[in-house]
């Protein structure tokens, strides 16, 4: 059973950068194909999903947030983690890491994170 668990900080201030971390147990994040994302949910709206990173290192964004994102993963910690510089409110919202078996987001995932609460406000 693969698991996937979500953590950092809940309140970011304006300007700041969003750090969180994806820890995975029961699967490795090198294992070729699979794709492990940062999806997230703003209050009131749907899935906006932000990018991949994937066994070989290769990463993915989404070309709304490509410019701010990072995504990077320690293999020895089976960890991935997202960075979302320059915050505003508009980033306020729970955010998972998820696991997908393709690279198109509109089939979705089999794994998921129980999400994380982040709270853009000074």
């Known amino acids: 059973q693969v698991q996937l668990q979500e953590s950092g900080p809940g309140l970011v201030k304006p300007s700041q950068t969003l750090s969180l971390t994806c820890t995975v147990s029961?699967?490795?994040?090198?294992?070729?194909?699979?794709?492990w994302n940062w999806v997230r949910q703003p209050p009131g709206k749907g899935l906006e999903w932000i990018g991949y990173?994937?066994?070989?290192?290769?990463?993915y964004y989404s070309p709304s947030l490509k410019s701010r994102s990072s995504i990077s993963r320690d293999t020895s910690k089976n960890q991935f983690t997202l960075r979302l510089s320059s915050v505003t409110p508009e980033d306020t919202a729970v955010y998972y890491c998820?696991?997908?078996?393709?690279?198109?987001?509109?089939?979705?995932?089999?794994?998921w994170g129980q999400g994380t609460q982040v709270t853009v406000s000074s």
């Open positions: 990173i994937v066994a070989s290192g290769t990463v």
């Open positions: 998820a696991r997908a078996t393709h690279n198109n987001a509109n089939k979705g995932y089999d794994y």
């Open positions: 029961g699967g490795s994040i090198t294992a070729n194909d699979y794709y």
